[in-house]
């Protein structure tokens, strides 16, 4: 297996304390607060993102998540709405004061993601050195999603082709690894989280709707993120599961969000957090 | 893949109130109480199984777990003490007023394991249906490893081997699946344990210890399991783990499992739940 | 990862040259010839054997597999004729000068096996180390095959119990792994062939239908297994597959059976092997 | 699992007969001919390549190939000479003869790699989107390499991206998945490769260097590649390989490969094909 070098910045021994990636916003991933991030798998059109924007600030979600640029296994699938999605996006976070995120794909595409607090490469991408490098001149935060065949060892150095190259806005992604296991999508490895958490200073969070791949599995998942250690969620919610173009079926409702953060709160009580709430409505955990 | 019948036994339609399994000496598992299993992975000699037993008790955990039959990849590895290390299990445990757990890899040792209290079915033997259908005939309650390589469909379906012969009283037990990371010796799948828990009405614990290989991640996975909806812990203590024959690197010592008690207590009343605690010094979450 | 101790039996420094098991009527397992083992999953009646066995020593394979004992997923799947099973294999065998291999999962079932040339354990009980103690302790030819999860070194560690017991009868049997391919029931693996070949002075043969589980795959699996030093398979073959009780969509048909042979000698040749037939129509490669 | 839609232009269905390839320099790869792409898996400087290129003809191979722009695990690893390690492979394939195969891993780099006869799409980027839709705009031969992680399914959608666009000149290459194992740096998928050459019209060829991850290994599993039906290989041969800057432990010595042709002649023949060699030394399998 290849081994992380001694000295590399992505190590824990580099920054003790840990890092705290500050979203646009006062967002910030890695401190006390654990942060949820959510909404649809990808931007449909206006009415659907307006209405998962309104799920997800009712929540008190304070960061919007939604796929403009999409990767798709088939050339076939909807492919995102591409700069109008991101568009749709921005519009319908900044009316609600919450910060977004959304994958790129290319650093092509870098222009038309002005304005994205959180640039995510998703999991097909985590090798994709090119992409890795152009995103590691920026000073903008980036969303390393494991891939689902990577050991931990590979993700670690994967965010260091991003430290090495100027950028220490890196927050990690656990999303699930591909297993054997066909009832889910893919294998929740929260043991990456626990380990990731102590190998380095940067902040992790966890994906559990595409790890799960189905809707009930989604809570459960997250309270056990939550007791794991992670530092936050990236969580899909769709207004309308049923007609989503992507992933439906992995997707909360928006009341299932909102029981969601509701249970969240006493679990990161129980190992000291608390729950990252949009100014308005933050609650201290008690 | 292979799927469940309907009208099986083992489907919590069958049951939907859920299954409790009393331990003799009035431990339930599967009840609003979550259950710590801890201990050596092997009784190595009586001094040992004493000393760890005294560290179970102190910390609170209701039964103790010692192999003395040991499956060994190896056939030059320490087989475990047998006969004779049943005997010092279940002297160390009774002195306590703490129940029992050991492995059975067949029939012929039954006569050898009267008096334990719970008869476990490893992971490598999860499929070794001539054991399954002798244990099936037992009233004695059986703690159902899930194998390394099986899906939950197939960890289900050998359960249903154990109640389609007669025998009802199976917790089911995750203890990490096979997959490419080799950070960790296996890899401890908590959407198994979520999913278990809608699809069956018996109840399922987890082996953190053998699904991480290492002591470190223990303790995070531990909480994450509580938080998942897991309905106990079989987790390995050692009074002095580098001289352990077997599994040293994975046991916690005495004083981690205190604290890991300490630390659970706060997520289960999280989650609605308390710790069972022995009846002297039981305490409900609070 | 387990490593197999320096000095092992199993090892190929143990006997350089190799060892030949030969089966009751002089079939010779791990010299020059390759050998083909066929049959039906499962012994289902007295005519599905027979005419099985009709097609297996139309074709010139000299052994006849059958299960009798089936290890089954579910208890609600055919569980096999038992004893009657053998009975029926033992004689549409013998009559037609073939020698037998089906499967034991369980000492108490030995008696039931007399006759039998091969006994096979199958892969859900490679570490069922009661069963290897108790063949270990035989003077029998064994197959032992991989387990769906298996190491190449767990694989010989599980072998080693048998030849430490006293039994230098085994052959081992590769029959794929799990792994998160889906389009294979599991997924073969001639690397471990391949090693397998070096590591150890045993011979090493391949079940090209249980890797597969589909029919149109076993053609060319054959040629490759046999490219890579295999000194055997163990195919399926079913005179009806869509009547079969076990395994249907995985058993040749009688003529693929044929044609399979047909093709195996040149490629056979291309290695320097030959394949072994059956006294009367034995065939040297040309 | 995702389903490759009916219709698909890379499906069997639409090309019944085969698509051959041609590479610049009359190599065709997808007809009777099998045939074997060498070198060193790195670019390192001109007297390494022109030695490796010494070899690799000798052998009578008729494609070089050697990394210019390299994707690795660590930034800190080798990456590779880039545009000069380009112009380096170029020289050492023109001067005699051969056909050069690189990577490509970001559309930038096309105009440093006029005049590669073939583009590889490294398994890392199998499903880097953008590239193959930049690819697919080209009328060149593309090698696609199959992730270690992707399915049979997922590996064809990733063509259709390339066929979809455009581009029909598409070479697949199984290079082995990723799996619990840990003798082998991967597990080689022959069956993919059986089952690619049934349900696609596209040639199939195998780096058995990069599955195995071990020279001893490789010889073994080229002959099994050419008997389970692949079109060629893409192995590795390095001069020094315990000087090699990347991968050493797989690259065979030049005399291995010559020793690997003559092995491979006999066994392509036992299956009805012929070995391509270049024009001067070109023999039929005999």
């Not at 942060?35 to 929540?59: L, T």
């Not at 519009?91 to 959304?102: F, P």
């Not at 599995?217 to 769709?238: F, N, R, T």
């Amino acid at each position: 297996m290849q081994q992380i070098p001694t000295g590399s910045l992505v190590l824990r021994e580099a920054r003790p304390g840990g890092t705290v990636v500050e979203l646009p916003g006062c967002v910030e991933v890695g401190g006390r607060a654990f942060v949820v991030m959510a909404g649809p798998c990808a931007v449909e059109n206006a009415a659907q993102i307006e209405e998962a924007a309104d799920a997800v600030a009712a929540a008190g979600c304070p960061v919007l998540r939604g796929g403009a640029f999409k990767p798709r296994t088939s050339p076939y699938s909807f492919q995102g709405l591409g700069e109008q999605g991101v568009r749709l996006l921005l519009a319908a976070a900044s009316r609600r004061g919450l910060a977004a995120v959304t994958e790129v794909m290319d650093p092509a595409e870098l222009p038309a993601l002005e304005g994205v607090a959180l640039l995510q490469v998703g999991a097909r991408n985590m090798q994709n050195f090119a992409l890795l490098k152009a995103l590691s001149r920026l000073q903008r935060p980036v969303l390393l999603k494991r891939a689902a065949s990577a050991t931990v060892e590979e993700w670690l150095l994967a965010a260091e082709y991003l430290l090495a190259g100027g950028n220490a806005q890196v927050i990690l992604c656990e999303r699930g690894i591909r297993t054997f296991e066909t009832a889910t999508r893919n294998t929740l490895d929260l043991s990456a989280v626990v380990l990731a958490k102590q190998r380095t200073h940067l902040p992790v969070i966890v994906d559990p709707s595409h790890a799960a791949g189905r809707r009930d599995l989604v809570a459960g998942l997250s309270l056990a993120a939550a007791a794991a250690g992670a530092d936050g969620l990236l969580v899909e919610v769709h207004p309308r599961p049923a007609e989503a173009l992507c992933d439906g079926s992995q997707a909360l409702l928006p009341p299932d969000l909102r029981e969601l953060m509701r249970r969240l709160l006493p679990v990161l009580h129980g190992v000291g957090r608390e729950l990252w709430r949009a100014p308005a409505q933050r609650m201290v955990a008690r």
